[in-house]
């Protein structure tokens, strides 16, 4: 069973979303992680770039397969998690704590479209 | 001689020889006069060995390959089937093997009846006008064909489309091909058997759309049945169709893609036509297009005088040219030698076999492997791996364990639409003794992760190298000599 922690909000592409003020740090599930098997790249937007809700912002790619990575939110992004570039596999050892991205998120509003930890759960078991 | 695991390289002594070149006796040839900044400063780095080992060296690595030739190889879309024999008779012929592309096509009219016979023999099996010969391989057809496409937009001065629907579903060549080509991918879902979900694709056919891939049957192996009503739809908008011939085996002499409404297809003569398929093949990848298209297929091409005489034409409306000459020629004489040696009566049972082999399987398996979509399947299926899923033996672990019984792992973790698919695709060319045995393993390999899962989560056991490091395969690999050293060091 994988795990999902409950504060955070989900897409149904498996990203999870974390916002505090306007800031909302992004990455994948442990869901996902675990379906894609050992990650051997994570390609990430550059800062300044525009994402918009539901628009694929970079990829993961595993020994398995090549994943496009969905942003859940709009924004500018602020900030990408270098480590990352070097250590994709970081990815795999904890999904919740090795974020993707950082967005200015620019309609937080956003943010209600998505799935809670229950109704994410949900998708999860199908 | 299993374990033999040496480079050349590491083989090599300095100052051994395996050769003895005469003294000299025509100068140098202008060879002195080439300028100091073309010559390498440093001399290559090249094994110096003796004949007996290289002949031994290569012989050793030989006997460690899997091929058709040694065992079945049931890897789903990749249609390896035998290669017959005699198809490499036919291409060693010397009067075939010792023409020039540069000579005069007075002289090479045997070579280029071939190429026209072949390309009309597939127009007929493909239902289409005409076909170039001239791609290499798979994925260059589908570049090529989807060429044809945008050249077809284009020379209408319809510059707004731009745009290639690709099923989600779709081999991984296709949304590659329609961006190196520069259009502009849109996926259409599909239905939970793998068809196409006409009223998801209804609202993107615009006059955007240049047109739609599909291979039929489809990825899961499954016929499209409303392709005729696709086809309409796509029409309609202004679109064309192109068919991926990477499934074309079981449809072979009985079902043909022009009739379906395809405009334009590929063929894998390294898959369908039984020529030899990975490790460098070559391949060949043929592409037809229905009469309105002809115009636009790639230079050169072969045409037929009204007095018999072949000729090399260059075509204004072409495309251009997207090969060397006319393709790889070796391969297109042994899938001329195929078809021939079937004949009319025969290819039509190519589909019926490789779809009997398959079901066969399917049938016999599912009661210990996850069959997600019912039903008869063409020539191909894809089972959701092992059906008792709390055993913790994966897709991966079962493809290594086949190893260990000698069988070469189906395909794993494609099509996408499953989180643990396995694509089994057992070709015409097996006896049933060899699927009972295929099928004995799989039931076995099912028991083993019921009783002793561990044995199947560390597989292969038996194999020259056991389970490889994929991570760092993909993350940091070691491709020749230098990197090796480097990294022993």
Known sequence: MSKILEDLRYADSHEWVKLEGDIATIG???????????????????????????????????????????????????????????????????????????????????????????????ICEE | MKTYDKLIFELSKPGRKGYSLPKNGYGTNGLSAIPDTLLRETPADLPEVSELE????????????????TGFYPLGSCTMKYNPKINEEIAALPAFNNIHPLQDA??????????????????????????????????????????????????????????????????????????????????????????????????????????????????????????????????????????????????????????????????????????????????????????????????PRVKKNVDGKFYVDFGEDSLGNISTFLGNFGVMMKAYAYILTLGKENIKNVGPLATLNANYIKESLKDDYLLPIEGVCKHEFVFDGLKDKSTGVTTLNVAKRLLDYGFHAPTIYFPLLFHESMMIEPTETESKDTLDEFIDVMHKVAKEARETPDEVINAPLTTIVRKLDETTAAKNPILNYKALKANKK
Do not use: C
């Not at chain 2, 290289?54 to 030739?69: I, Q």
């Not at chain 2, 039984?274 to 592409?287: A, C, E, L, N, R």
């Open chain 1, 28 to 122: 994948i599930s442990d869901y996902a992680q675990h379906a894609l098997g050992n990650i051997v790249y994570v390609d990430m937007p550059e800062v300044g770039d525009e994402v918009s809700q539901g628009e694929d912002f970079g990829a993961v790619e595993s020994v398995k397969a090549a994943s496009d990575l969905i942003s859940p939110v709009s924004g500018e992004v602020i900030e990408i998690n270098e480590a990352l570039e070097d250590e994709p596999e970081l990815v795999n050892q904890d999904p919740y704590s090795n974020w993707i991205m950082k967005v200015k998120v620019s309609d937080a509003s956003e943010i209600d479209s998505l799935l809670d930890a229950a109704a994410y759960a949900k």
């Open chain 2, 106 to 299: 007075e002289t090479a009219q045997g070579s280029l009846e071939l190429y026209w016979n072949l390309q009309k023999m597939l127009s007929n099996i493909a239902g289409l006008a005409e076909f170039t010969l001239n791609p290499y391989a798979g994925a260059h057809g589908e570049l090529t064909g989807l060429m044809v496409m945008r050249q077809y937009h284009i020379s209408r001065g319809d510059h707004k489309r731009t745009k290639v629907i690709v099923p989600n579903s779709a081999h991984g060549t296709n949304p590659a091909s329609a961006m190196v080509a520069g259009l502009e991918v849109i996926e259409v879902k599909s239905k939970p058997n793998g068809s196409i979900d006409v009223e998801d694709l209804k609202p993107l056919l615009d006059d955007t759309i240049a047109g739609i891939m599909m291979t039929n049957p489809n990825t899961l192996g499954m016929f499209e049945t409303e392709i005729l009503d696709i086809a309409k739809l796509v029409h309609e908008a202004g679109g064309l169709l192109y068919y991926d011939g990477a499934n074309l085996n079981p449809l072979l002499g009985k079902v043909r893609p022009g009739d379906m409404g395809f405009d334009i297809m590929h063929i894998n003569l390294h898959k369908t036509f039984s020529t030899p398929h990975g490790g460098g093949g070559p391949g060949s990848g043929p592409v037809g297009v229905a009469s309105h298209l002809v115009k636009y297929l790639p230079n």
């Open chain 2, 54 to 69: 290289v002949v031994r060296h290569f012989t050793n690595l030989s006997s460690k390959n899997f091929g058709v030739d």
